[in-house]
């Protein structure tokens, strides 16, 4: 996707840090999500990678969409860093909701018609040296089979020149159960484009090739 303007200079590590934006994401999130890590439990698996990385840069993660409940999942599984959400515009259909759920990191999102500042919006996040996640599949799979993903998470981490973490999970079978969680190899978009301005087969292509790897994920799950 080709870009009219520079791209946002990313901030110094002290401002990253002591991000003045992200004050009522950082009260929320040390005030009320402590239960959460006790609820969880969260276990890691590495396929194809190591925890090593994971506290620095920024990146995209892309998870498959279980439950409402997933950003809590996401939250607690990278507690470590601060983590925004594409989520749907429906969400932020009130004063009090637009304020609150961006106050919270959270970026509106229009499913069928994904506008240039929504692109914009995720850059931004990601150059304060936050993370983003994506749900490829667009809305929640309430019967727990995988749908076919969408082009925006490749858009978005082409736009953004960064990396997609690939993570998948399923609920547990037991409410007391340990929420295991895999975590798969950072992905390059630009690794497998052959164009400069690749065209929209080309970038089907590299969405079926992330598919193919949450299907590993899912698989390494199974096993583990």
């Not at 860093?81 to 594409?86: A, E, I, L």
Request: glycine share 6%.
């Amino acid at each position: 996707m080709k870009k009219e303007k520079k791209k946002n200079k990313k901030l110094p590590l002290f401002f990253r840090i002591f991000d003045p934006k992200e004050i009522l994401y950082d009260f929320i999130k040390w005030t009320g999500g402590w239960p959460f890590l006790f609820f969880y439990r969260v276990k890691r698996l590495y396929y194809k990678t190591e925890r090593k990385g994971l506290f620095k840069g920024s990146y995209i993660i892309s998870a498959n969409h279980i439950s409402l409940t997933d950003i809590f999942r996401i939250g607690t599984i990278f507690w470590f860093r601060r983590v925004g959400y594409v989520a749907m515009e429906e969400l932020f259909n009130t004063k009090l909701r637009n304020w609150f759920f961006r106050a919270g990191g959270c970026i509106p999102v229009n499913r069928e018609n994904v506008s240039l500042k929504t692109f914009k919006d995720v850059e931004k996040r990601l150059n304060r040296g936050h993370l983003v996640t994506v749900f490829p599949e667009g809305r929640v799979s309430l019967d727990g089979v995988g749908r076919d993903y969408k082009a925006g998470v490749i858009m978005m981490a082409l736009f953004a020149d960064c990396p997609i973490l690939p993570v998948y999970y399923q609920k547990s079978k037991k409410w007391y159960h340990r929420q295991k969680v895999v975590i798969g190899p950072k992905f390059y978009v630009k690794d497998y484009l052959i164009s400069k301005y690749p065209s929209v087969e080309e970038i089907n292509q590299v969405v079926a090739k992330l598919k193919a790897l949450e299907q590993e994920l899912a698989d390494h799950y199974e096993n583990n």
